[in-house]
């Protein structure tokens, strides 16, 4: 207990000095609490943080869900969900818990952070050496630079539910060029607004989805038949894993907030808010649609058009925009890194430098518009890795010693107050995600996946397009 007073008295004393220059600032700015920049651009609030996690954790996936469902049958999505919601949200305290822990260190040697921002394999190099930063660097970045051509394959996949009179590719080339605009925004301190918004809109969207499911009914002969296959079951089970596995940008975040120590519990309730988007949006489409789902990996594909559909479309286009940049920001801070631009305080100079990121996401785009299929590779091959048994293993590895568990810079959670259980807990969580997760999952969505590129084809102009003029408007 005497360690982990220790700990946070260390963490304190920069707390205190980071609140502080904030309150300095928005005096200089406007002496009004409301002032433009506080309420507009500023954050660091532990309800910014809440926006942040839940905003993030589900966005386009929100459309391919129903379609998961199709794969899986509607028990196994529905478990599933709660499943992965509540490991992920385990897997990302654990990750805030060695934050904590690698900032105190660092704080107890007076290595200071101003103008730096912590990113998660710097965590995992301080706590365990350069091997385990190197494989979470590795990890973390390619995640997330698929995580960003995701958003980018949605966007267009969205808009050609309104405008079919360009093919997605051109959109996905129109979308590029206007997500590049995220370069400017400098930190997640600066996400305040676009998350409250961006949660708005994927809560209008997903009750949309609910809704217009119900009152369009079930089509005619419709059926359930799902699972039907092992392929697609599992093909499934790793979209759902990557949906609750949006925490790759948990440190970043954390390092966002004035107190980051009261970020434990911010991602768990976020993610309760998130089940009562999802859950009720992919039951409803699959009761409504059934086994169609199969061939539309897009919800709005079924849907009729309207006016309500296409402010959905509006709404998730610029959650998407938001999106992108949340994935973007963590790989633009680590090539400023590289470059040697990180402290750099011009937003002008750090825009330019991070322009050569967003290149290979917009190319990767147009080479693999598999909207719904790329989600379930992400998920099995790298978000199994990134955000559940790396953490897990780390976590393991780093309070090993009786020593350091006794100098825990945080205390075990009041719901599992002993070491043995959050060790079973943590090994159950690298075995299952290895074997079903990546394993598994990794088969099941990689032949999806190859069956994708066997029928559209690498650079395929308008995925899952309507094949005549006749069947374009759904």
């Not at 369009?216 to 894993?241: M, R, S």
């Not at 709404?315 to 470059?339: D, N, R, S």
Request: proline share 4%.
């Amino acid at each position: 207990m005497s360690g982990q007073k220790q700990a946070e008295e260390a963490i304190v004393p920069c707390f205190n000095e980071t609140t502080e220059r904030e309150e300095k600032e928005e005096e200089k700015g406007d002496l009004s609490i409301f002032s433009v920049k506080s309420l507009l651009w500023h954050g660091g609030s532990v309800y910014d943080a809440w926006f942040s996690c839940a905003s993030n954790q589900v966005a386009q996936v929100l459309l391919t869900l129903p379609y998961s469902f199709s794969q899986m049958g509607m028990l196994s999505g529905i478990i599933l969900q709660i499943f992965y919601g509540v490991i992920g949200s385990w897997t990302a305290y654990l990750i805030s818990v060695l934050y904590i822990e690698y900032r105190s260190r660092k704080e107890k040697e007076n290595v200071s952070f101003k103008n730096h921002v912590i990113q998660w394999f710097e965590v995992l190099d301080g706590l365990l050496g350069p091997s385990w930063k190197a494989v979470g660097l590795a990890f973390n970045c390619t995640f997330l630079l698929f995580g960003s051509v995701i958003q980018l394959i949605a966007c267009a996949s969205n808009i050609y539910y309104i405008n079919d009179k360009l093919d997605k590719r051109t959109w996905t080339y129109i979308f590029g060029a206007c997500c590049a605009t995220t370069v400017f925004i400098p930190s997640f301190h600066n996400y305040r607004i676009w998350s409250f918004l961006g949660l708005g809109m994927t809560t209008y969207t997903a009750w949309y989805l609910t809704i217009a499911a119900l009152v369009h009914g079930q089509v005619e002969g419709v059926t359930h038949q799902g699972p039907t296959k092992l392929v697609l079951y599992f093909t499934g089970a790793t979209n759902i894993l990557y949906t609750f596995g949006g925490h790759a940008v948990t440190v970043e975040i954390m390092h966002a907030m004035w107190k980051p120590q009261k970020f434990k519990y911010i991602y768990l309730s976020a993610t309760l808010y998130v089940f009562t988007l999802t859950i009720p949006s992919a039951a409803s489409v699959y009761w409504a649609f059934g086994d169609q789902l199969l061939n539309h990996s897009n919800a709005f594909s079924l849907l009729p058009r309207s006016g309500w559909r296409d402010a959905a479309v509006v709404l998730m286009l610029i959650h998407q925009f938001i999106t992108f940049g949340f994935a973007c920001t963590p790989l633009y801070f680590v090539w400023e890194k590289v470059v040697g631009m990180h402290d750099t305080k011009s937003i002008c100079f750090r825009a330019v430098c991070r322009l050569p990121v967003v290149i290979p996401i917009w190319f990767l785009a147009i080479i693999f518009p598999f909207f719904g299929p790329i989600n379930s590779a992400v998920g099995s091959l790298l978000v199994s890795f990134t955000v559940y048994i790396i953490p897990a293993l780390a976590h393991m590895l780093t309070y090993k010693s009786a020593s350091a568990r006794q100098n825990a810079a945080e205390k075990l959670p009041f719901f599992l107050p002993s070491w043995t259980a959050v060790y079973a807990l943590n090994t159950f969580i690298v075995i299952w995600v290895f074997v079903l997760g990546f394993g598994l999952g990794g088969w099941a969505s990689m032949t999806n996946f190859i069956k994708q590129v066997d029928t559209f084809g690498l650079f395929a102009k308008c995925y899952q397009c309507p094949p005549s003029p006749s069947t374009k408007h759904h």
